[in-house]
């Protein structure tokens, strides 16, 4: 959400608003799956040396 769609701030507002309701369903599905959104952060050298790897 570093960019909005719109200039106008009613419509910027409701936007944020729905994406943070996603990302509070998203976390919600997570949490009672039991699941981790945990991500390890990688370079790409280390992601690329993995794939070619397997």
């Known amino acids: 959400m570093r960019r909005a769609r719109c200039l106008v701030l009613q419509k910027t507002h409701v936007e944020r608003v729905f994406s943070a309701a996603a990302l509070t369903l998203i976390r919600l599905d997570a949490w009672w799956k039991g699941h981790s959104l945990d ?4 370079s790409r050298r280390a992601r690329l040396d993995v794939s070619l790897a397997a």
């Open 39 to 42: 991500r390890i952060r990688a």
